[in-house]
């Protein structure tokens, strides 16, 4: 310590200039978690080393990169970035960031929470990240299920853009994304079992001009889900399976403005999982459905119905079916169910008889 305190007052008699940027940091705008304590040995507790780096990172000016080192795991039970800060921030993601069990878990509803931030980049290097311990939490007994934390979430952030990393084994959901406006995330590599239970890949809610791209997404629930208040959100190469599809819903728990629109899904690719594109509603004739097109779908399907479009009494109209093309891979002939759905399909396989003309 002694050390530490000559260093500066020396340095602060060399060149004000450069005692002041020490002050608040590092030189160069680089604040690395190992030169605030983090040992990144995967057993020691992290998480203070975390919170002191991002208090004086928050405070500089310009643009700052918080350094997250490869090769190393730093176990947090907690972290905590939170806005509004000065500088501008880059994350580089390269460590791996590691949950404790449940048993020692402190960190509330989330490990990693960001918030309040705009302009956040974070660069990984495919292989940081967030790596949860959920297998402790998946089969825990007397139903811990509302317990159970989500790993890396983001709130209230503004022209976010996050690439490259890494998120495993989340006891709940992998990413979620609430009250945003403008995010990319490219080359999201997420692994869960397909038997994790509630393990979404990406949550999105009341968030708007999303993009999640280029990504890879093993869960044992949706690969992504697109909650109410979420307005253009796009989907794009995206892989899923396991997992249950790419879903918008469940809308209709809430009464008032539970509303969705403007998603779009594009060449995306689903292995393995239970739906390809859904939406899911809760409270039947009080949501409506409507405007939708399935647009050049092709593959296989295990079970015997291809097609499935179940309205209430409110009816969905203008469903749009084109070119889609659906085989078993069991041999069987698939059928479609329609009830109160409304629209065309045209160059389908199998055949949708079942779509009623949309009233106009
Ligand atoms: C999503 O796709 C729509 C339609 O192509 C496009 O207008 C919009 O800019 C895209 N949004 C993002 C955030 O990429
Ligand atoms: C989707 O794939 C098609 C065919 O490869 C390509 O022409 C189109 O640009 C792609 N669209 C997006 C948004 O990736
Ligand atoms: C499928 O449908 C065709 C035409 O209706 C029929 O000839 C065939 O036996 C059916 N196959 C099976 C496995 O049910």
Not at 96 to 115: N, S, T
Not at 192 to 216: M, Q, R, Y
């Amino acid at each position: 310590m002694q050390l530490l305190i000559n260093f500066v007052i020396i340095l602060g008699f060399i060149s004000p200039c450069l005692s002041t940027r020490l002050n608040v940091g590092t030189k160069d705008g680089i604040y690395n978690v190992m030169d605030y304590g983090a040992r990144g040995d995967g057993k020691s507790d992290d998480t203070q080393a975390f919170a002191t780096a991002w208090s004086n990172i928050c405070k500089a000016r310009g643009k700052s990169t918080l350094i997250i080192p490869a090769g190393k795991s730093f176990l947090v039970t907690k972290v905590h970035f939170s806005g509004p800060c000065n500088a501008k921030i880059h994350i580089q993601l390269e460590g791996k960031i590691v949950a404790p069990p449940k048993e020692a878990w402190k960190g509330g509803e989330k490990l990693i929470l960001i918030e309040n931030l705009d302009e956040l980049t974070i660069d990984g290097n495919g292989e940081g990240g967030a790596y949860g311990d959920g297998s402790t939490w998946w089969n825990c007994p007397g139903g811990c299920e509302h317990e159970r934390p989500g790993i890396l979430h983001f709130h209230s952030c503004k022209d976010l853009s996050v690439r490259n990393i890494k998120i495993t084994n989340s006891p709940r959901s992998h990413v979620s994304v609430n009250n945003c406006i403008g995010a990319i995330f490219s080359q999201i590599s997420i692994d869960s079992p397909a038997i994790s239970p509630n393990t979404d890949g990406f949550d999105i809610s009341f968030s708007k001009n999303i993009l999640v791209e280029d990504s890879n997404i093993k869960s044992g629930d949706d690969c992504i889900a697109i909650n109410g208040g979420s307005f253009f959100i796009n989907a794009t190469r995206i892989t899923c399976g396991p997992g249950h599809g790419i879903s918008v819903g469940s809308l209709g728990k809430v009464r008032d403005n539970d509303q969705v629109s403007d998603v779009y899904v594009r060449n995306c690719t689903f292995i393995g999982t239970t739906n390809g594109g859904r939406i899911k509603t809760v409270s039947d004739s009080d949501v409506s459905v409507s405007d939708v097109t399935y647009r050049g779908f092709t593959g296989t399907c295990e079970g015997n119905v291809a097609v499935k479009f179940e309205c209430s009494s409110a009816g969905c109209p203008n469903i749009i079916l084109d070119r889609i093309n659906i085989d078993s891979n069991q041999g069987k002939n698939l059928s479609t169910v329609c009830h109160n759905a409304h629209g065309t399909a045209t160059n389908t396989i199998p055949v949708v008889p079942c779509l009623q003309q949309n009233v106009l």
